[in-house]
Structure formats: C-alpha cells, structure tokens
C-alpha cells in the first residue's frame, strides 16, 4: 500500500498530498475469473500510483461474502466469472448484500456480477434484484467492441466511445424508468446493437452500477473502474 494511513478516512500518498479513501472488497471466490480479479487490482494500483481520481482504494478480496466480510467496506465488486454459480452459491449471502448496499455502500457488477445482480437473466434464472429495473440478456460474443457513452455517462469518462473488451457479458434492457444509463453497444458485435452496455439503478441508501463489459481487462481502463466505484458510493 502506497502511504501512510492517518486515520479511517484520509490517507497521506505524500507530503502534500492527502486523500480520501474508499475501502472495496472483491470476491475471488468458486468460479471467478483469475484475469478479471487481476486486472481490477492492477487498475485499482495504478489509480492509487498515479493519483487518478483524488481518492484512495483500499481494497481486500474474499471468498466469501455475508455481513461479516462486508462489515467494514464502502463498495462490493463482482467480477467476471460464472454468474449462475454466484447466484447458487452458499459462499455469497445476497441477503446480506442487500442489506449492505441499502444502508448507503456500493456495488459494481462486471459481466457475470452483472447478470447475478439483475432481476432476471432472460430465460434462464432471476438473480439477486440488486437491480430490480434491469433485465439480462445473455450474450455470445468475446472480443474487443465499442461502447456509446451516454450524457450522463459523462460523469464516468469524457470520451464519446469506450473500446473495451468484451467476454460474452449481458446486453441490458430495463422495466421501468428509475435507471442511469450510461453507455450502449455501438454496433451489433453483440447482436444487441442500443442496447445497455452499463447502468445504474438506486437500491434503498445505495447504488449499484452493472457493466456487460470489462474495463479492468486489455485495454485496461483505470480511471473509468474507479470512477465506476465512486458513482456507487455517490462521490461523483
């Protein structure tokens, strides 16, 4: 870790340079994908090295999530992986997890984190309702892509298009109108050309935000998965 910790909020990266920290746990636990826990803590790291945002990420993983491996984090990240083994796993207590993000944290889910947090996969199973608005619809296609950013998607990167890489994550669609969007598929790789590439709904005090795509895997986006993080946390 890069600094000296001076107390549970703020963190000294150098003389003059204090910041506020957020504190992010990631599951790495049955059926993660090894690249996309990697690659989060790699952009996490260089977010922190380069003072990208003017925050600080303190992050762990677990293998298990209930209210215990929750208790002292602002956001949950679920990474890429298998999303039915998340939502049938007895590691991941999705109770708790509503209960966490409802009392005010976070939650970002990256492909598979994505379709578990929906409220339902399309023909398939329902997942948690992190996102009750949000439908899931599964997706064949690994590779790279571009993403249209929306106007409100602004508050995530300044550019116009995101080329990032995609591995078979979920083209979105919602059932009501309480949702952020910010970006869409740009073209019909996915066959879901307009569809939602990465949204965000509110649940109680929290946010959670779903991302079909991978910003944490080649070509890395670092400063847009933190900025993801800080949405879900309201700080941007």
């Known amino acids: 870790m890069v600094g000296n910790q001076t107390d549970t909020n703020k963190i000294t990266v150098n003389a003059s340079d204090e910041v506020s920290v957020v504190k992010v746990l990631i599951f790495n636990g049955d059926d993660t994908m090894e690249e996309s826990v990697a690659g989060i803590k790699a952009c996490l790291d260089e977010n922190n090295n380069m003072n990208l945002t003017g925050y600080y990420f303190e ?18 990240i679920m990474p890429g992986g298998n999303s039915a083994t998340y939502v049938n796993s007895n590691s991941i207590d999705s109770d708790a997890i509503k209960q966490f993000i409802s009392q005010g944290n976070g939650y970002v889910g990256i492909c598979a984190g994505a379709y578990a947090a929906s409220n339902n996969v399309e023909g398939s199973y329902s997942g948690w309702g992190l996102a009750p608005e ?9 590779g790279l892509l571009t993403l249209s950013t929306t106007s409100y998607g602004n508050k995530l990167s300044d550019e116009s298009t995101l080329n990032m890489y995609h591995q078979n994550g979920p083209a979105m669609y919602t059932t009501g109108s309480d949702i952020y969007s910010f970006a869409t598929y740009a073209d019909n790789s996915t066959g879901y050309q307009n569809y939602y590439a990465m949204v965000g709904e509110n649940y109680g005090s ?3 935000l779903l991302s079909g795509s991978h910003p944490e895997l080649d070509p ?17």
């Open 59 to 76: 992050y762990d993983t677990a293998n298990e999530i209930n209210s215990n491996t929750l208790s002292s984090y602002d956001v949950l």
């Open 134 to 142: 949000v439908n899931t619809i599964d997706v064949s296609y690994e």
């Open 206 to 208: 929290g946010r959670v």
């Open 220 to 236: 890395q986006k670092p400063q847009l998965l933190a900025n993801m993080i800080l949405w879900t946390v309201n700080k941007i």
